[in-house]
């Protein structure tokens, strides 16, 4: 028996043999020198693997919006922008004109340099965005080497998925009545694995170090897709933990399925809106499934991180459109571009611009578009014609100072004025709020109340920025801690300061998917949580169970606490119904 522990990505428990998928990344590209005169046939050679890349992928679209919904299909959607792209497919022919090499190196190393950049980007869900890239580049490799990856359509018996990394194909075309669980080396909680782990309701522990040294084929495995635990030939007693765990979660599943349509209510009749994170416009068709009150988050930057130019007010103004339509009546907030630092625009500055000692103290989100004031004002108008078709909400990111807002604000104005120059149709009013994730703004909280409609806590940055800790760095993991009594007042502050200027306060960061803390926030007075769609049952249930004053002096004995460690303690501690 070998236990080994990873990320807790979808919950649930499975038993199944192994089935290994073999790892690809360690293939033999082979590398050779071209003549001049052979650089058009191995062109054409590329555009034929491109060609039928394509047809895959666009088969895999359509399979993907019948069996798995627009959001997934949507994925593919985005690779078939890819393998669209005139500029990428520029520069492939002129690296393949250049350097004389056969394409197989050419496509190898443009995506081992779009991945290293998409790599350092500190959002973990902007690090995933490079498994699109590779997905779409082994496809091509694969047709120009005419090798086919390991199918995973004719699976012939119940399975354990083992694999370094999963493909969003992978997860498609995979025979998911077969699939009882997944386990991967690679991947986090937002990876597209995980994503569509939750969405197809699989058992999935990622970031599982070692796995494919420990299980081989055919191997009976046990996971614990809650407790992020995966047992290679387990013995009795780890059978009968995953027995346990398996009927606890189908318990869970009925009693959250049965929450869907039943408003977020607290025992004593106060209404919390519950609202969806999103990174691009198909998910919004996942957060009106979930019966979310709206999107509390639109992260917009993800339109803008596709490589080649920045989408234009046309392109924007669809995709805007596209969700303040699907959400039907419902809020939609859209925060504008929070791109800069380490998340670089593949379009934006020259390499003098994007090198800077310390990004995440840099050039960042507003104070980037700030500097790009065309960049932000196309933002802007694009966001303002858009509002016309449902309500719209604008947030800025990263504000630290008054002095941005009121500047930004200035934009919008310039921003409206030339919209309605061009006879374009634009709201006399419109919300405009603030992330509170710099530990200034949560401090001032009381000046910037003055000039913002309604705040949002960007606890994800506002850990980072309040304990000075990299959220992406391992070996500070141990700081990164959103209960740290410094982080939780900062975050009363805030809610606190709304509250007497009587601006509404929501929470966007990743605290407000976790059902252990709503309680205390609630009891904080938190008015709205946005997460992503699939956390928000369970944040409901617990809605559900509070009353406001009981939460309220909870709140106040948390507060009084003075570790993380504490507050955790303090927080399990609450009685569940
Ligand atoms: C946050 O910082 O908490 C937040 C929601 O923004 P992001 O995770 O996109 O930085
Ligand atoms: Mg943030």
Redo the contacts with the bound molecule.
Sequence with gaps: MKELVGIAASPGAAVAPAFVLEDEGGQAVPAYSLAASEIPAEWARFLAAVAKARDEVAELRDRARIEAGDEQAAIFESHLLMLDDPDLMERIEGSLAASLRNIERVVVEIESELVGKLLKAE?PALRERAADIQDVSRRILGHLLSRERRSLGDIAQDVVLVARDLLPSDMLSMDRGRVKAIVTESGGRTSHAAIMARAFEIPAVLGVAGALAAIREGMRVAVDGERGLVVAEPDAAALARTDAERAAAARRDRDLSALRDLPALTLDGRRILLKANIEVPEEAEGAVAHGADGVG?F?SEFLFLRPGEAPGEEEQYRAYRRVIETMAGKPVTIRTL?VGGDKVLPSAGSSDDRIEKNPLLGWRAIRFCLSHTEVFKTQLRAILRAAVHGETRIMFPMIATDWELEKARALLVEARAECRAKGQEVPDYIPVGI?I?VPSAAIASDILARRADFFSI?????TQYTLAVDRGNRRLAYLNEPYNPAVLRLVALTIENGRKAGIPVAM??EMASDPAVATLLIGLGLEEFSMSSASLPAVKRIVRQTDSGRAADFAKAAMGLSSSAEVAAYLSSLPRS
């Design positions: 959002d988050l992260r929070d992330m994730e960007g606890t994800n940055d506002l966007c960061g």
